[in-house]
């Protein structure tokens, strides 16, 4: 079975720092997607960035970017330039192909955007 | 384009009853997925409907149920109420591309409360 693990549970930075999120997995999957979705306190579930396992790439939506480290099964959330509206809780997400969109997620990480 | 609509967002049941949450997706998306968010065990994947089929079911007692019509609405019913039903159920829409793995679509969520 997949396992999500997010060892911070709360973490908090100024505005205008860069902080690290951190995410490990377990699986003996070879091909599957990696996912960060963000919980703004209104609780809507918004997808951050995404990942394909096959890619070697690291995945960036602007100021968001991943550090994916296949052999380690790590997937790392790099937020650049955080802003008071990233406040949110963090979550990881694992789906292994062909799994019908079932996501395996990790706790959470609530991150605060000081002013 | 609408985003994924769940009626009703708030609900408060006592224990035994049963309950039936609906969940439209977003316009053109055939997969719908559902999810319980609770403090204490996060998020879990409850099932995930594609063309009016149960195609996945996570790990949730029989009382948890579902179903996809036609138009890719989606309900789910919880029968037999207990208080650990309490929770944020999130339903999530995805386009179903080839190959899989693309971004879910999150409704705002049903907050189940069980007295």
């Known amino acids: 079975a997949q396992t999500v693990t997010q060892s911070q549970p709360e973490m908090s930075v100024q505005e205008a720092e860069t902080v690290t999120l951190s995410c490990t997995y377990d699986t003996s999957e070879n091909n599957y997607y990696l996912f960060w979705y963000k919980q703004p306190p209104s609780r809507q579930m918004i997808l951050v960035i995404r990942?394909?396992?096959?890619k070697q790439q690291n995945a960036t939506e602007n100021r968001f970017s991943v550090n994916f480290q296949k052999a380690a099964k790590s997937f790392s959330l790099k937020i650049s330039d955080s802003q008071l509206g990233d406040t949110a809780m963090y979550f990881c997400a694992f789906m292994k192909q062909a799994s019908n969109y079932q996501l395996i997620w990790g706790a959470g990480t609530k991150l605060i955007i000081k002013p | 384009k609408a985003g994924v609509t769940q009626t009703p967002r708030y609900l408060i049941k006592t224990r035994g009853q049963q309950v039936t949450l609906s969940c439209s997706p977003i316009s053109g998306h055939r997969s719908v997925s559902w999810y319980q968010q609770t403090p204490g065990q996060g998020l879990q994947f409850l099932f995930e409907y594609f063309s009016e089929t149960q195609r996945n079911k996570g790990n949730f007692p029989g009382r948890f149920s579902g179903r996809q019509f036609s138009n890719s609405r989606s309900e789910m019913n919880v029968s037999t109420l207990e208080l650990g039903d309490s929770a944020l159920y999130l339903c999530?829409?995805?386009?179903?591309?080839?190959?899989?793995?693309?971004?879910?679509?999150f409704g705002p969520g049903t907050r189940l409360t069980v007295l």
């Open positions: 999530a829409s995805s386009l179903v591309l080839a190959g899989g793995g693309d971004e879910q679509f």
């Open positions: 990942q394909e396992a096959y």
